[in-house]
């Protein structure tokens, strides 16, 4: 019997649903980021997509900057299997397996110096030691004046307790999401139920992806400290929801 491939399409609307269901103002989000990348990069920039799962920020990026050059970097095999099946008919984005952590310069497709880096509830997977020199080696692909934007939740202060207990109290746990949308651990057990992602799903635990990621300490403040210390001249909040944030940073 010939094995079924999966829907990618599908798995990919059902991942956008999900997040929809976890993640407030996330087209919003989304927006804000297009809006300023177009703004500080223009028509056609040469793009990284940091942490990029299935690749819906770089797809939402090329819907408005459809001659933009995107290098979309992850390193879970099942997200991008399905990123690359879902929208291997655009041909200017191009997936990566690679490791933040590790040396994901190497095996970039495309040469250095990058226009933008843009990324989206991905960094706080990497613990606090981990970002500074991330952002220097993100430093070293940006051209001078080129940008890092960076969509995610980002903590309140530690001398700002009271603002961040008040926004906590007030940050709606569940926004609005389509009817029948899975959470994510739903939407996880259904992808290990397909055959068809078998081999993705056994990679994915060998690379140990179900570790912690609430890493505590990921403030917009110490983000920004360490933008400084990696060498980019500029920091600072672009759009904003209570802890929901777009960080720009520019080179």
């Known amino acids: 019997m010939t094995e079924q491939h999966p829907d990618s399409v599908e798995w990919l609307r059902r991942w956008e649903a999900q997040q929809q269901r976890h993640i407030p103002e996330r087209e919003d989000r989304f927006s804000a980021i297009v809006d300023a990348l177009a703004a500080f990069a223009g028509d056609a920039p040469r793009v990284l997509d940091l942490g990029s799962g299935p690749g819906s920020l770089s797809a939402r990026v090329l819907e408005r900057l459809p001659q933009a050059e995107i290098v979309a970097i992850d390193t879970d095999p099942v997200l991008l299997a399905i990123g690359a099946d879902a929208l291997r008919k655009r041909t200017r984005l191009h997936f990566v397996d690679a490791d933040l952590r590790g040396d994901w310069l190497a095996r970039l497709p495309l040469q250095p110096p990058f226009d933008a880096a843009v990324s989206t509830t991905a960094l706080h997977w990497l613990a606090l030691e981990e970002l500074l020199p991330f952002y220097r080696t993100v430093a070293k692909v940006l051209r001078s004046g080129g940008v890092l934007l960076n969509g995610d939740r980002l903590e309140f202060d530690h001398d700002q307790p009271l603002i961040g207990r008040v926004a906590e109290a007030v940050q709606p746990n569940?926004?609005?999401?389509?009817?029948?949308?899975?959470?994510?651990?739903?939407?996880?057990?259904?992808?290990?139920?397909e055959p068809g992602f078998a081999e993705a799903v056994a990679e994915r635990r060998a690379r140990r992806h179900d570790r912690p990621h609430d890493h505590p300490g990921h403030t917009y403040e110490f983000h920004r400290a360490a933008l400084f210390a990696a060498g980019f001249a500029e920091a600072g909040t672009v759009w904003q929801r209570l802890f929901n944030r777009v960080l720009v940073a520019v080179r």
């Open 174 to 193: 569940w926004p609005p999401a389509p009817d029948g949308a899975e959470d994510y651990d739903a939407w996880w057990k259904a992808v290990e139920a």
